[in-house]
T-cell receptor
Framework: SQQGEEDPQALSIQEGENATMNCSYK?????LQWYRQNSGRGLVHLIL?????REKHSGRLRVTLDTSKKSSSLLITASRAADTASYFC????????????FGSGTQLTVLP | NAGVTQTPKFRVLKTGQSMTLLCAQD?????MYWYRQDPGMGLRLIHY???????AKGEVPDGYNVSRLKKQNFLLGLESAAPSQTSVYFC????????????FGSGTQLSVL
């Protein structure tokens, strides 16, 4: 079963606009990661936020984490056509010997 | 520095045939993973390894076997391929238990007819 679920499944915006994607998960986590996947390629790590953190920034990316609501959001500011990709959240559940679990992804299209 | 390399990139099998997918990493990572990606379902973990000579089952292990005889290589085998195993397969690795960032290969597109 999947731990994380992204919302929306697909998002289309104009270049320069901001894109927000959400991730909800079911169980307690140690941390949450966001990955990007360009068409036909492997996933690339974007950012990790730990369970004791509420917000994290990396360049044009901003990630928030609300453990009480079991949700996270990824904001991409000033989007570019090159940001067109699928974005996945991945969670590491609390407890030992638990492996990373991926959500089903959000397909972002940035129109030039 | 090649990172994570998967071979082959594409393969078509007939039902009942067998094949092995090879994953190689040159980063001296301890952990290696095999995932499958199907439309609308994200990535699901098949098998993983926490070090040379070790393997463990993931979420969807049935129909697959793995081996990690060398630290840098992780092999995924299909003994008798079925159409339900048509998917894109990704290998990933990470440095150690305390490091969560995964590095992915570029994938293998497998079709079973």
């Amino acid at each position: 079963s999947q731990q994380g679920e992204e919302d929306p499944q697909a998002l289309s915006i104009q270049e320069g606009e901001n894109a927000t994607m959400n991730c909800s998960y079911k169980t307690s986590i140690n941390n949450l990661q966001w990955y990007r996947q360009n068409s036909g390629r492997g996933l690339v790590h974007l950012i990790l936020i730990r369970s004791n953190e509420r917000e994290k920034h990396s360049g044009r990316l901003r990630v928030t984490l609300d453990t009480s609501k079991k949700s996270s959001s990824l904001l991409i500011t000033a989007s570019r056509a090159a940001d067109t990709a699928s974005y996945f959240c991945a969670t590491t559940p609390s407890g030992s010997a638990r492996q990373l679990t991926f959500g089903s992804g959000t397909q972002l299209t940035v129109l030039p | 520095n090649a990172g994570v390399t998967q071979t082959p990139k594409f393969r078509v099998l007939k039902t009942g045939q067998s094949m092995t997918l090879l994953c190689a990493q040159d980063m001296n990572h301890e952990y290696m993973y095999w995932y499958r990606q199907d439309p609308g379902m994200g990535l699901r973990l098949i098998h993983y390894s926490v070090g040379e000579g070790t393997t463990a089952k993931g979420e969807v292990p049935d129909g697959y076997n793995v081996s990690r005889l060398k630290k840098q290589n992780f092999l995924l085998g299909l003994e008798s391929a079925a159409p339900s195993q048509t998917s894109v397969y990704f290998c990933a690795s990470k440095e150690s238990a305390g490091i969560e960032k995964l590095f992915f290969g570029s994938g293998t597109q497998l079709s079973v007819l």
